[in-house]
């Protein structure tokens, strides 16, 4: 298992593939040990990038809890050749898209009825942009108000390593489109950050 | 742009650099605890699924046995009824 992060570019690779395959076998053969393993490389992954998702710390706790019990559900019928992260984060992103169109359709219906049920705490919460450093902060400011479709490529690339050919299949199209939808994204997210000085930082900060 | 340039490119740094998080040890905790569970239930699961696709044996055991009380039963009207005349 490898995990390796550098200033200005950053290839992470949690677990090999070689790895994975005797992993997946004793999770197949429902080894608790092998589910550990599984839980204790991905767990803040797939949680932070349904947080930075759903931008709301109720909902991602909610969300995270039925991936891993859809693993647990579903390990016996694995493919000896699945790989745990784009199948972990396939499941995070459908279960983000099936309750962003529940929470669409019931604001649609029902808007006077949404007023009267609390509303989840907003993510990042000041607490969270407190904790951030200046930098850290304006990027994920920018990101929260980018369309999800972006975000979503942003962070399955940028953040988590994948390769563009594992992300598209996380999102359900082509490596091409994938690829369009990387470089809008992009775009996006810089224009967003252009509006603040913090470009400038950015480039001080990570220019190699 | 190709992936390589993304990797150099500063604005995707800066997204990759953002911190992690995790949900609360206690979260963790009772959330491992709970698949475990799950996990541990699975081969009784498949017992279940065992039993269902033997279920067409036990139907079949049955109705074999429904069938020849009914033929039973009819032979031993037409033997009275024969035995009357």
Do not use: N, V, W
């Given at each position: 298992m490898t995990l390796s992060r550098s200033a200005g570019s950053r290839v992470m690779t949690v677990m090999d593939r070689e790895d994975e395959r005797p992993l997946v076998a004793r999770l197949r053969a429902g080894e608790t040990g092998a589910f550990d393993d599984v839980y204790d490389a991905y767990r803040s992954r797939v949680f932070a990038f349904l947080l930075r998702m759903s931008q709301s710390r109720t909902v991602a706790e909610d969300l995270i809890d039925e991936v891993w019990l859809r693993l647990v559900r579903h390990a016996s019928s694995l493919?000896?050749?699945?790989?745990?992260g784009p199948w972990l984060f396939t499941v995070a992103r459908n279960l983000y898209w099936t309750y962003r169109r529940d929470w669409l359709v019931e604001e649609a219906f029902a808007p006077d009825l949404l007023t009267l049920w609390p509303s989840p705490p907003a993510w990042p919460s000041p607490f969270d942009l407190a904790a951030a450093g200046e930098l850290e902060r304006r990027v994920e400011m920018a990101l929260s108000t980018l369309p999800p479709q972006y975000r979503e490529v942003l962070l399955l690339v940028a953040?988590?390593?994948?390769t563009p050919t594992d992300a598209a299949a996380v999102c359900a199209i082509t490596p091409e489109a994938l690829r369009q939808r990387l470089a809008r994204a992009r775009a996006a997210l810089a224009q967003k950050l252009e509006e603040t000085p913090a470009v400038a930082t950015l480039k001080r900060g990570y220019a190699t | 742009m190709t992936f390589d340039d993304n990797l150099n490119d500063h604005v995707l740094a800066a997204v990759a650099n953002l911190r992690t998080h995790d949900v609360s040890q206690r979260h963790t905790d009772r959330l491992r605890r709970r698949c475990h569970v799950v996990l541990l239930a699975e081969p009784g699961r498949n017992l279940a699924v065992d039993r269902k696709h033997r279920a067409p044996v036990g139907r079949v055991i049955g109705q074999v046995l429904g069938g020849a009380w009914c033929l039973a039963y009819l032979v031993e009207i037409i033997l009275r009824a024969a035995a009357a005349l």
């Open positions: 493919r000896p050749d699945t790989r745990m953040r988590e390593g994948l | -």
